[in-house]
């Protein structure tokens, strides 16, 4: 069994700034694909941003203001927000997939308020 554990939510201000890490306790070199996806209540999860092979891939939403990196030595992803605005609140997940079995993260909960 895999386990993801992210870290890096809170709360900020409108215009700030987050880095939410999610840890792995498997090695990230094999995944077929790794990304963050959120859940604002009321809504369906979505996808924020991915990792597959060497290529990311981000919503719309966030593009120019989010960005995911991986570190295989430290089997983390890392998702660095910026510009963060008040519809980006909501609970983030991150997700591996590896051949045959995908894993998912408990969550860490975003809020931008004043």
């Known amino acids: 069994q895999v386990q993801l554990v992210e870290s890096g939510g809170g709360l900020v201000q409108p215009g700030g700034s987050l880095r939410l890490s999610c840890a792995s306790s498997?090695?990230?070199?094999?995944?077929?694909?790794m990304g963050w996806y959120r859940q604002a209540p009321g809504k369906q999860r979505e996808l924020v941003a991915a990792i597959t092979g060497s290529s990311t891939n981000y919503a719309d939403s966030v593009k120019d203001r989010f960005t995911i990196s991986r570190d295989n030595a430290k089997n983390t992803v890392t998702l660095q927000m910026n510009s963060l605005k008040a519809e980006d609140t909501a609970v983030y997940y991150c997700k591996l997939a590896f051949w045959g079995d995908a894993y998912w993260g408990q969550g860490t909960q975003v809020t931008v308020s004043s």
């Open positions: 498997r090695s990230i070199s094999s995944a077929l694909a």
